[in-house]
């Protein structure tokens, strides 16, 4: 069976990534991946899976929600396999984690409540979806370009010379290759819903940050603070992740 996956956010940090990892596992990579910012394009998108007919489609870029609806419903109508990447920052208004898959989320506002609305919109003409919610994404080979970790403190050290961190601030976490085989590993092995994956259990941002300066060799200055208190940890043993 010739397996072919059809992936949006492939200008974004973590696509690309999935890509790589399924073309490991004998996946051709298919369609224009266009971008979508407007409604009435819509119909670029899906013209491009009709000429293509992929087997599993991966929407993990920004855009529409009516984009990201009318991509579970061809994949339905299609009966072609389809996972929607989100977030933990669905839970952005409350941060008193950690989550379980039943816990009842709260967005009302920003990035947090867009992804929650896109969720909504996947399952509401597609009961056979994925939709699965990452954390903060680490980059092992620490660019400082893409949206992950290293940038966010390289963005730090650029302004105030220094690292300055929670150490009462708890993020879901994983590094961009372990996310990218877990959400392989879910796909393969386990049938459609509601999935999480995370690697940190229980290090708060500053631990992060030293363990990643002692890792990687690098000589940053990293101070702690104790002001700022939240726990965004996803807590799903079904699809286990190692980290630091």
């Known amino acids: 069976m010739d397996l072919t996956a059809y992936l949006t956010g492939m200008t974004g940090t973590v696509a690309p990534v999935l890509a790589t990892t399924l073309i490991k596992h004998s996946y ?28 599993i489609i991966f929407h993990l870029a ?6 990201t609806k009318a991509l579970a419903l061809w994949a339905h109508q299609h ?21 379980t898959i039943d816990a009842p989320v709260y967005a009302k506002q920003g990035y947090g409540l867009y992804k929650f609305q896109c969720e909504q919109a996947v399952k509401e003409v ?40 929670s150490n009462q601030f708890f993020p879901s976490s994983s590094f961009l290759p372990d996310t990218t085989a877990a959400i392989y590993q879910m796909i393969k092995s386990h049938s459609p819903g509601l999935y999480f994956i ?44 190692s980290f630091l």
Request: glycine share 4%; hydrophobic share 40%.
């Open 28 to 55: 051709r990579i298919v369609g224009k991946h266009h971008r979508i910012e407007k409604d009435e394009d819509i119909l670029f998108s899906l013209d491009d899976l009709n000429s293509t007919q992929p087997t």
């Open 62 to 67: 920004l855009g529409p929600i009516a984009w």
């Open 79 to 99: 009966q072609t396999m389809f996972v929607y990447v989100s977030t933990a920052s669905v839970y952005d208004d409350q941060g008193n984690g950690p989550y």
């Open 126 to 165: 597609n009961p056979l979806a994925y939709i699965v919610r990452i954390g903060w994404q680490i980059d092992p080979l620490c660019s400082e370009t893409s949206n992950n970790m290293f940038r966010f403190f390289a963005d730090q050290i650029r302004t105030q010379a220094k690292i300055v961190v």
């Open 198 to 241: 995370n690697g940190n259990l229980h290090l708060s941002l500053y631990e992060i940050a030293v363990r990643l300066n002692q890792k990687y060799q690098r000589s940053w200055v990293i101070e702690k603070f104790d002001n700022f208190k939240r726990n965004d940890l996803l807590i799903d043993p079904r699809l286990p992740v």
